[in-house]
């Protein structure tokens, strides 16, 4: 017989206080702590039962938590690619390695990633006036990370 894991997919609804990241937004400032949410969301999964645990997807909507570490893109109301996309840094391994202090150690992660066709359907593109080339520079992203 074989055993089926339980996952979870999307965000998890937490309450965020919404004039501290206003602040940190105005002035351009990331110090915003989400350990606290994430905590919340994958307590609330462990206590559920859940065997294949995320972060929660509590940062952000799912396009612009990637959107805001490429270099090339700026997030207004929606995403809006003003450059060329380039790597900028790991952008949710800091929060799989703080979910890994806090759930019990029989319960497995899954990282939230989403694709390039994704990436470059939802954002508004007034640099390339490619849409191909640039999925394709998100695809160079996705393996820039998985070769460091």
């Given at each position: 017989m074989v055993e089926?894991?339980?996952c979870?997919?999307?965000s ?6 919404n004039?501290?990241?206003a602040?940190?937004?105005f ?7 989400w350990?606290?949410y ?6 609330d999964?462990?206590?559920a039962?859940i065997d294949?645990?995320?972060d929660g997807?509590?940062r952000?909507?799912f396009i612009q938590?990637f959107?805001?570490r ?12 003003t ?5 900028n ?10 979910i ?8 497995m992660?899954?990282?939230v ?5 994704t990436?470059?359907?939802s954002c508004i593109?007034?640099?390339?006036n490619d849409?191909k080339?640039m999925?394709?520079?998100?695809i160079l992203y ?7």
């Amino acid at each position: 017989m074989v055993e089926l894991k339980t996952c979870v997919i999307g965000s998890y609804p937490v309450q965020i206080d919404n004039l501290n990241l206003a602040r940190d937004y105005f002035y351009q400032e990331e110090k915003t702590s989400w350990n606290d949410y994430i905590k919340t969301a994958v307590t609330d999964m462990v206590d559920a039962g859940i065997d294949i645990l995320s972060d929660g997807q509590t940062r952000d909507p799912f396009i612009q938590l990637f959107a805001r570490r490429f270099k090339g893109c700026r997030v207004r109301d929606r995403v809006e690619v003003t450059g060329k996309i380039e790597y900028n840094g790991p952008i949710t391994v800091d929060d799989q390695k703080y979910i890994r202090t806090i759930i019990p150690k029989n319960r497995m992660i899954k990282g939230v990633l989403t694709g390039p066709f994704t990436l470059a359907k939802s954002c508004i593109d007034l640099y390339y006036n490619d849409e191909k080339q640039m999925a394709f520079d998100y695809i160079l992203y996705k393996t820039a990370r998985l070769i460091k």
